[in-house]
């Protein structure tokens, strides 16, 4: 045998043996993208359910019997904090089945493909949301679609689309679509039931109902005012034990776990009702702006 084909196998055998790697996408830049990516030490928000985000950008963490799901990706910076914090909690991250996307923006949607190509999950949203989320790029009736090209993000390949109240059982856990458009077109809430020592509890990720635009864009003008009352009116509705929701801000998450030694603070069943109390009282706000 020649040297050269030695010099192969050694490659091959380096490649097949070495630590496997999370190849990232390019970083996005923002004013607050640096912020939102400092590291936040994952932790268990309630039963299977754990919070693997950074310290200003939500991922979740379900395990299951069969595997794990995870729930966005922050932006493409933040799917190597995403990877390391899983294995920190202990869980494989190449055990993820599937990943749930709340909404197709930089800032959650960016670490999906990076993390999408370490596993080989299936990533779900909903149809509008699939469409962006396929293209890396805002669409055109996005309240920030202005931006789009600062704002776009690494595009996923094979984007699974579900619709209203679909229910998908992956890896042993039910998890159940809600739309709720208005912050982009195709915004998903996501809940599931989590049981810890003979008590269920209902989690809901509620999508950002922010009516957050590029300059120019009037929500008064346009179908995304009506959509975020409207959700806001459903999220207020849902079955809703434990919010979560893309920004940790959304549902105090630091506050949060500072109170951990009273109980569990992210256990409160009047969170939802607040959450979108809180949304209807910022579109109002900005309708106002907008001479409303
Ligand atoms: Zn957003």
Not at 2 to 16: E, M, N
Not at 34 to 57: C, H, K, M, S
Not at 210 to 220: D, Q
Not at 248 to 262: A, Q, S, T, V
């Amino acid at each position: 045998m020649t040297r050269p084909i030695y010099g192969v196998l050694l490659l091959l055998l380096l490649v097949a043996c070495g630590p496997r790697q999370l190849e990232p996408d390019d970083a996005s830049e923002c004013d607050l993208c640096n912020d939102w990516n400092l590291p936040q030490e994952p932790f268990r928000i309630y039963g299977n359910t754990w919070y693997v985000g950074t310290a200003g950008l939500s991922s979740l963490l379900v395990e299951a019997g069969d595997g794990l799901l995870l729930i966005d990706g922050g932006l493409p910076q933040s799917a190597a904090v995403i990877d390391a914090n899983i294995r920190k909690l202990g869980f494989d991250p190449l055990r993820i089945s599937a990943i749930f996307v709340s909404h197709a923006h930089f800032d959650h949607a960016g670490g999906v493909a990076a993390l999408q190509r370490l596993t080989g999950a299936v990533v779900y949203s909903s149809i509008a949301g699939a469409t962006a989320l396929s293209s890396g790029e805002l669409q055109q009736d996005d309240p920030q679609f202005l931006d789009a090209l600062q704002r776009g993000f690494p595009a996923i390949a094979n984007v699974t689309a579900i619709g209203d109240r679909d229910v998908v059982t992956t890896a042993g856990v039910e998890i159940t679509a809600v739309y709720t458009p208005g912050h982009t077109p195709g915004g998903m809430t996501w809940t599931w039931e989590s049981c810890a020592l003979g008590t269920c509890n209902k989690i809901v990720y509620a999508d950002s109902l922010t009516a957050v635009s590029a300059e120019g864009y009037r929500f008064s003008a346009g179908p995304a005012a009506d959509q975020l009352i409207e959700s806001a009116d459903t999220i207020s509705l849902l079955d809703c034990d434990i919010l979560l929701s893309p920004h940790p801000f959304f549902f105090g998450m630091h506050d949060k776990l500072e109170r951990r030694e009273e109980g569990n603070p992210f256990v409160n069943n009047v969170a939802c009702f607040i959450f979108a109390e809180t949304a209807l009282g910022w579109l109002e706000q900005r309708l106002h702006s907008e001479g409303h």
